[in-house]
């Protein structure tokens, strides 16, 4: 006679059986959508085991979906996560981000992922509090001398770069991390932006320990988006291998830094001492309930603004002249363009550098089509508040999760025609010699709608000025043997960096 734990098994068995056999290729208890097509996953599990699995090219993995289907909108579940529905479409895109801008906001999935490092910054922030950070930092980014103190601060630690890096290398004919350098110098230079600190990375052969926790951290952000269990996996293996920093000491790090620059920075303004950064600008700014913002909201403010403007102008750089050591025809005609718009004896101050780089039309091509192929957020995620119907007649449930992947949708032949996956600037010049110009749904690099980046004249403008500037100074070989690819994370690092050498034009 069978035992009472036989009975359980046996009763398990046949519940886990029939939930396979309802849930045979989504996640357990997840509705099925007929009128979406499916990335088809495992029994009750749904799509996690492949996400697991393919997490390191979860770009890849997601590109794959939408070519297999042969659509550009799809949707996934996952045991532990949210129904996801994803979008390449461009109608789509721009109805999200800027049409039904109110139906889609960042939900509680995102939220609790990256509130650590985030906080209550412009990133993570919705409604009322988003609306005031937006409208205050608006009125700073949008002064002109700021814009001037950007020049000058990045034409500083460009120089710093040349004499301390890439001369010394061309030098001694050695080889070096171009994207180690890139984030340096980005690094230094949005320090002294958002807090006026001068961190020195770039001189110094050491690793920085506010950008180590910084970057960790970012990493870990984004592999809660996978991990439904992070919580747990986190404590397990801070118990399993305390030798090693985690998320804690990561936070710790930063926190700190910017803690210990606000006390300082408080001091100094107190005592008279005039300040230009964007810690000093928004000393005196309060938030939406008509307060002086604390510490906690200053630390966030700045925070996330190094987060958008270090991180992504670093990897934008990286990715630039990945492509052009791969494109030599490309970095002719750009050097052609530099040459001719700065002769070897000119010399400019800030506003005059801005006038000229706004006349190179090559250039901005070269920067905007390496965005297409690497965007610095590659992979987005909204949340809707209500039941919607979007521009290509996809049903969405309240309660879903929005995804749009610019790095799929830069690749993809049903946006960009046949030759998307080609690096070719000219897609951005019109037949009468002008800069093209897309709508944010087809190429989103900034975002769009109201949530557009804030800074991106700024961000593309000082871009542009350090490849300006590398490219008529350097010329730059790529070492063979090395992987090119990216790290999977919020933006798109360069998994392995980028070995290479130089020499002085």
């Not at 550009?72 to 109608?91: A, E, F, K, N």
């Not at 052009?324 to 400019?348: C, G």
């Not at 965007?375 to 449930?397: F, R």
């Not at 063979?480 to 798109?492: D, M, N, P």
Request: hydrophobic letters at 40%.
């Amino acid at each position: 006679m069978p035992t009472t734990g036989q009975y359980v098994t046996r009763g398990a068995v046949a519940t886990l059986s029939a939930l396979a056999l309802i849930y045979n290729d989504r996640a357990v208890f997840s509705d099925k959508r007929a009128d979406l097509k499916t990335q088809a996953g495992w029994p009750i599990v749904g799509n996690l085991p492949l996400l697991l699995e393919f997490l390191m090219r979860i770009h890849e993995f997601i590109q794959e979906g939408f070519t297999r289907l042969d659509c550009m909108t799809l949707t996934l579940s996952s045991l532990g996560l949210p129904r996801q529905v994803g979008t390449i479409d461009p109608q789509n895109v721009e109805y999200i981000l800027k049409t039904n801008f109110d139906n889609y906001i960042k939900g509680p999935e995102f939220h609790s992922s990256m509130n650590d490092l985030f906080g209550g910054g412009i990133f993570n922030a919705n409604g009322e509090e988003w609306k005031y950070q937006r409208k205050t930092a608006s009125h700073i980014f949008n002064v002109k001398n700021f814009r001037d103190q950007f020049t000058d601060v990045f034409l500083k630690e460009l120089t710093v770069m040349n004499d301390k890096v890439f001369d010394v290398v061309a030098a001694e004919n050695s080889v070096i991390d171009f994207q180690d350098v890139m984030f340096k110098f980005t690094l230094d230079s949005f320090v002294a932006l958002g807090f006026g600190v001068e961190l020195n990375a770039l001189s110094s052969k050491e690793k920085v320990p506010f950008a180590v926790a910084f970057d960790e951290a970012q990493k870990n952000t984004f592999l809660r988006f996978v991990n439904p269990l992070w919580p747990v996996t986190e404590r397990i293996a801070s118990f399993v291998m305390p030798w090693k920093n985690g998320m804690d000491h990561h936070l710790k790090v930063v926190d700190s830094f910017a803690r210990d620059v606000t006390e300082k920075r408080r001091v100094q303004l107190e005592a008279g001492e005039v300040h230009k950064d964007l810690l000093s600008r928004f000393m005196n700014a309060r938030n939406n309930k008509g307060e002086l913002l604390n510490n906690d909201e200053l630390r966030d403010i700045v925070l996330n603004f190094i987060i958008a403007g270090r991180d992504t102008t670093a990897q934008a750089l990286s990715w630039t002249f990945y492509m052009l050591m791969s494109h030599p025809r490309v970095e002719e005609k750009l050097l052609a363009e530099i040459k001719e718009h700065l002769p070897e004896d000119a010399t400019y101050d800030s506003p005059q550098l801005f006038e000229v780089i706004k006349n190179m039309t090559y250039a901005h091509a070269v920067f905007y089509e390496v965005l297409r192929h690497y965007p610095s957020v590659p992979l987005n995620q909204k949340y809707a508040l209500n039941d919607d119907i979007w521009p290509d007649g996809t049903q969405i449930k309240k309660g879903d999760y929005i995804i749009w992947a610019p790095y799929v949708q830069g690749r993809s032949e049903k946006v960009w025609g046949p030759d998307a996956k080609t690096f070719r600037p000219e897609r951005w010049i019109t037949p009468e010699g002008e800069l093209r110009r897309e709508t944010q749904g087809q190429w989103p690099a900034f975002h769009a709608g109201p949530r557009v980046c804030l800074g991106q004249h700024l961000a593309t403008l000082e871009a542009l000025i350090a490849i300006i500037f590398l490219v008529k100074r350097y010329r730059f070989r790529l070492m063979a043997g090395q992987e090119i690819t990216y790290q999977a994370s919020l933006t798109l690092p360069m998994r392995y960096g980028m070995k290479v050498m130089v020499e002085r034009r």
